[in-house]
């Protein structure tokens, strides 16, 4: 329009939406989850699909992605003013099975012990940013979770002339030392996917799907406001 100047770079810098050169640091893992079938899968790729996009994988849950399922608002990277000092990696693998039964056939004893070992002991696990591997590693049994939940197990077993019924308290989970890496810093707009891949599909003995949650340990870095 007539009679208009163009802003000067002087009046934009009074305006930022950041104040330049300024960040803030704060220890905020990023986690992503995906359903594993029951029938197995040779691939699940991780961080491909942000909040609102994809299919929830928490139990009971319907619609797509929300923070219950990640933390990512963009599909594979992390938008622009946000960087991401990486640590370390954990796998989260969740059978559908509850820990806790009630009566149920002596045969059906420990399928949540037994999924947890039929998704780990094979695999592989690749995270990638941009065109390079930084992690190309397995099985998945060498990627466990720095928390866990803690306790004793007990199986009571009753035989009657009918049929053989038992209660128990079945819970299993990856342990070990942490899979630490060597920092690797992913800057604003760089892509990178987490990938676990099987030579052929594993399917758990439980017949029920379960959940597969990674994480990355680490540190974001933000542009501060």
Not at 59 to 71: I, L, V
Request: aromatic residues 10%; proline residues 6%.
């Amino acid at each position: 329009m007539a009679g208009l100047t163009a802003t000067t770079k002087a009046a934009l810098a009074q305006h930022m939406a950041r104040i330049p050169g300024t960040q803030d640091e704060i220890y905020a893992p990023l986690y992503d989850s995906i359903v594993y079938p029951a029938a197995g899968s040779n691939q699940l790729t991780f961080f491909a699909l942000p909040i609102g996009q994809g299919v929830t994988s928490a139990p009971g849950g319907a619609g797509a992605k929300t923070e219950n399922d990640t933390n990512l608002t963009n599909a594979g990277l992390l938008p622009l003013g946000n960087r991401f000092y990486c640590t370390g990696i954990e796998v989260i693998f969740q059978p559908g099975n509850n820990p806790g039964f009630g009566a149920t056939a002596d045969a059906q004893i420990g399928r949540f012990w037994n999924d947890v070992y039929a998704f780990a002991k094979g695999g592989w696990l690749r995270l990638r940013i941009q065109n390079r591997d930084y992690i190309l590693d397995g099985p998945l049994l060498n990627f466990p979770a720095v928390t866990r939940l803690a306790g004793v197990g007990a199986v009571t077993s009753t035989l009657t002339a009918g049929a053989a019924t038992a209660a128990e308290i079945d819970y299993a989970s990856l342990a070990g030392m942490p899979y630490n890496l060597v920092p690797v810093f992913i800057e604003s707009n760089q892509s990178f996917t987490v990938q676990m891949n099987w030579i052929a599909p594993i399917a758990l003995p439980s017949t029920v799907a379960g959940r597969v949650f990674c994480r990355l340990r680490g540190r974001l870095i933000r542009d501060a406001q």
